[in-house]
T-cell receptor, first 113, second 117 residues
């Protein structure tokens, strides 16, 4: 069964304290792995798409990496405005043109000033 | 662009009542998704449309749920009759089909928070 597990469930950092969030996935052929950010009371907002092992994407203080089993979202020198829930989702290759995503439960990140 | 627009933002109703949630996707996007989010189960896809046609409704919990997309700029999700376990945040998202440099990212609305008493 296709599955996405994110860890930790919650993370509290001091401003400037770098860390990484993990997304482990089990899928019969990966078409794409997606990272989204969700602020309280808002819908998820797209961050990155990764397609193959070894691929990396960067945006400001965030860098996403991908292996055959997991993805990491590295946060370098975070600021309080990086506080949010970070969601990971995968799309399986074996579903034809179906664009269904399997979502993790997210990591709730709090960055203290 | 105004983004994906959902209404109502909040709905409180009593068990057994009909609930209708509305969504206006981003102009030019050809796919529309309805999701439900809860703490326990996270984001769950209910149904998605491509060019106004339902493609996958396997996530619709039961016959009490129905969705329509009469045209490219409007969709509804209806629950009749509603039950307390339907309480959740319902999100609509639209997408331009992935091709070339377009990664097919989903653009979400701000959600409709439903509470069924």
């Amino acid at each position: 069964e296709d599955q996405v597990t994110q860890s930790p469930e919650a993370l509290r950092l001091q401003e400037g304290e770098s860390s990484s969030l993990n997304c482990s996935y089990t899928v019969s052929g990966l078409r794409g792995l997606f990272w989204y950010r969700q602020d309280p009371g808002k819908g998820p907002e797209f961050l990155f798409t990764l397609y193959s092992a070894g691929e990396e994407k960067e945006k400001e203080r965030l860098k996403a990496t991908l292996t055959k089993k997991e993805s990491f979202l590295h946060i370098t020198a975070p600021k309080p405005e990086d506080s949010a829930t970070y969601l990971c989702a995968v799309q399986a290759r074996n579903v034809g043109n179906n664009r269904k995503l399997i979502w993790g439960l997210g990591t709730s990140l709090a960055v203290n000033p | 662009d105004a983004g994906v627009i959902q209404s109502p933002r909040h709905e409180v109703t009593e068990m057994g009542q009909e609930v209708t949630l509305r969504c206006k996707p981003i102009s030019g996007h050809n796919s529309l998704f309805w999701y439900r989010q809860t703490m326990m189960r996270g984001l769950e896809l209910l149904i998605y449309f491509n060019n106004n046609v339902p493609i996958d409704d396997s996530g619709m919990p039961e016959d009490r749920f129905s969705a329509k997309m009469p045209n490219a700029s409007f969709s509804t999700l209806k629950i009749q009759p509603s039950e307390p376990r339907d309480s959740a945040v319902y999100f609509c998202a639209s997408q331009l089909a992935p091709s070339g440099a377009n990664t097919g990212e989903l653009f979400f609305g701000e959600g409709s928070r439903l509470t069924v008493l």
